[in-house]
């Protein structure tokens, strides 16, 4: 059987080696409609009598295995303040139908079953879920959708990591060797926290402690002991809203748990896709959500900053709130240029970070505009100086912010404590343009999981979120600029498959000396999969750096820095 020690060793193989392949394209380039699989995913989906009512029942299976996977586990939705659940019989998911038909991916089997919750005698608190599975045995994919046709009010779950509601739902063996329940012994893999840098994986079991909520726990990738089959789980459209948390001893997924309600017409999906190895998985993964987004691969190469050299003043660099002594930041980048002609430096852009603009007194954005000590003669002369172009960070926007019509500005926001979003789709046409004015072609959306975890609108709304990043996309997309999502929790990396602009992703934390911030090679194949350039961020080259007031030396990670940013992410120096 598979041991906790042998999956370390897998995914210190995988951060090892899965970087070399970055720069080769994942996923067939041929259409979804008719692919085979040399190891295919199906279900076995039925209509079954349990006590007090019927509901689906489903086993998954990879390819000739005789055991199933994953084995079905109960329906649930929260609604008017409860939760209800096929387990205990109060969500009654009786009305159930079969068909057949063809799609995008290709032959499918569905079966439907429709969810009535009815608390109360009072058929104006009837709460109704659809629920959806389609089986494609040819293509190694099933989908999963919840459907609500006349919306659920009061759905929010006991926190915001919980789910609202939950189908699929797995149930967690009780043990780590499955076959004693006739199942087949998996491992899980998935990623946490911000950058999803924080990979966890263990053995599939009730005695797992598998991350869910808003900060991870999707994609879900379940392989076998053999290493040689794996499942990938995610959701297919509505990524912001999605959540995967565990319920009881069973894997649930839904819509978050912090949506207060859930509009009519409101639809959540999930898509597993196998393949012989995670590898294979995860491409075919990625190349099915970007045909069904639409996210063309070659808008990541004709990004510069993805395929040229930059120098970049973030954490860790030696210009990061550290000017040359005695001048300013703008004569500091104009002697960068400088030395890079002398040097026979081929620098095509520079980035600005977070000492650039305006701040309120709790670290928010106040303007995003140059600060006049920093730039005295603005960003556009120091554009037309050097020749470079910008990659300009932004983190999240202060409650004081001077473009919000609560300030006087002229935009819509929405504030919870010390954080706010805009939320208004004039104003990242307004913002990126002006930008793009002084050389801006990078668009460094930072503090992600921050604004996540601080605008409370973002956990109870299933639009906010969504709305957010769209409408920042859709500006960007307008006038040709490029997005890189940083600090991002695993859900915008999702997110970014639906947003053409975004052409970059961070992949690791901030450079320190001594920190291992050379391991991306879990994070750097999802960001590849999904069509976005895997970005390590800064590093040293050189063991000692006497003039940095911050760091005065690196304690060895030099070479692994450059060797893994040499092999295939973003580089910056």
């Not at 019989?89 to 009786?94: A, G, M, P, Q």
């Not at 977070?354 to 120091?382: M, Q």
């Not at 929790?489 to 001594?514: M, N």
Request: with cysteine; hydrophobic share 35%; aromatic share 12%.
């Amino acid at each position: 059987t598979m041991s906790v020690v042998a999956l370390q060793v897998w995914l210190a193989t995988l951060a090892a080696c899965l970087l070399l392949a970055a720069s080769v394209p994942l996923g067939p380039s041929t259409p979804w409609t008719g692919l085979k699989l040399k190891k295919g995913l199906r279900t076995d989906t039925q209509v079954s009598v349990p006590s007090g009512g019927k509901h689906q029942q489903y086993s998954l299976y990879v390819g000739g295995s005789e055991l199933p996977w994953l084995k079905t586990g109960h329906v649930s939705m929260h609604s008017n303040g409860r939760k209800f659940s096929t387990g205990d019989s109060s969500l009654d998911c009786s009305d159930c139908d079969s068909s057949t038909g063809e799609d995008m991916i290709g032959k499918f089997e569905e079966s439907a079953c429709k969810c009535v919750a009815n608390s109360t005698s009072d058929s104006s608190q009837t709460a109704r879920m659809t629920t959806i599975i389609r089986n494609y045995p040819a293509n190694g994919v099933v989908y999963f959708q919840q459907f609500f046709p006349d919306g659920v009010q009061l759905s929010k779950a006991g926190s915001d990591d919980d789910v609202a509601t939950g189908f699929p739902s797995f149930v967690m063996p009780q043990t780590e060797d499955a076959r004693e329940s006739d199942g087949v012994p998996l491992g899980w893999v998935t990623f946490n926290g911000n950058m999803g840098w924080d990979i966890q994986a263990g053995k599939f079991s009730s005695t797992a402690s598998i991350p869910g909520g808003m900060a991870g726990g999707l994609p879900l990738v379940f392989v076998d002991e053999s290493m040689t089959g794996a499942v990938v789980f995610s959701p297919m459209t509505n990524m912001l809203s999605a959540s995967q948390a565990r319920v009881d001893d069973q894997i649930a997924f839904g819509v978050m748990g912090g949506a207060r309600s859930i509009p009519a017409g409101y639809m959540v999906d999930f898509v597993a896709v196998a393949d012989v190895g995670v590898n294979e998985a995860f491409a075919r993964w990625g190349s099915l959500l970007r045909q069904l987004h639409g996210k063309p691969e070659e808008r990541k190469e004709q990004d510069i900053t993805n395929t040229m050299l930059g120098y970049y003043t973030d954490n860790g660099a030696w210009t990061y709130y550290n000017p040359e002594k005695g001048k300013s930041y703008q004569q500091t980048m104009e002697d960068v240029k400088i030395n890079a002609v002398k040097q026979g430096i081929p620098y095509a852009y520079l980035q600005l970070d977070s000492w650039w603009y305006f701040k309120a007194e709790d670290r928010g954005v106040k303007n995003w505009t140059a600060i006049p000590e920093v730039f005295p003669d603005g960003l556009a002369k120091l554009h037309s100086t050097t020749g470079y172009g910008f990659v300009a960070h932004n983190r999240y926007w202060a409650v004081s912010t001077d473009y919000a019509t609560s300030n006087g500005g002229a935009f819509h926001f929405e504030f919870d404590g010390n954080c706010g979003v805009p939320n208004d789709p004039k104003f990242w046409p307004f913002l990126l343009q002006q930008a793009q004015k002084w050389g801006l072609l990078v668009y460094e959306q930072d503090w992600l999981d921050y604004s996540t975890d601080h605008v409370k609108q973002l956990r109870e709304d299933v639009f906010m979120a969504e709305n957010w990043l769209n409408q920042m996309g859709i500006a960007a997309n307008e006038i040709g600029m490029a997005i890189q999502y940083c600090m991002p929790y695993p859900r915008h990396v999702l997110h970014s498959v639906k947003v053409t602009p975004v052409t970059q992703i961070r992949v690791s934390d901030d450079y320190h000396p001594a920190n291992d911030q050379w391991r991306i090679g879990i994070t750097s194949l999802l960001a590849h999969s999904l069509g976005a350039a895997p970005f390590k961020d800064t590093f040293w080259t050189e063991r000692k750096e006497p003039g940095n007031p911050k760091y005065k030396v690196d304690v060895g990670n030099a070479a692994k820095n450059s060797f893994f940013s040499f092999s295939g992410c973003i580089l910056s120096i």
